[in-house]
């Protein structure tokens, strides 16, 4: 994958775990995900996953490489 893709990948995951978190503690309403613990847990681990990626993405093509 390139390290573009890679960053908006993750960027996608980010925001979308984000909204999840919204939606579980009940900021944004309208959904079953809405008010729902198991969302208020998920949502934040999905975030930080997502900021890995971004993280992973954008520090690629940085290694030290040796003849």
């Known amino acids: ?12 995951v980010l925001l979308l775990g984000v909204l999840f978190t919204l939606q579980g503690v009940g900021l944004i309403g309208g959904s079953v995900m809405s008010g729902t ?19 992973r993405g954008r520090r690629g093509g940085r290694r030290d490489r040796r003849p």
């Open 1 to 12: 994958m390139t390290r573009s893709a890679l960053v908006l990948t993750g960027v996608v």
């Open 37 to 55: 613990t198991t969302w208020t847990v998920l949502g934040p681990l999905i975030a930080v996953a997502g900021a890995l990626l971004v993280v």
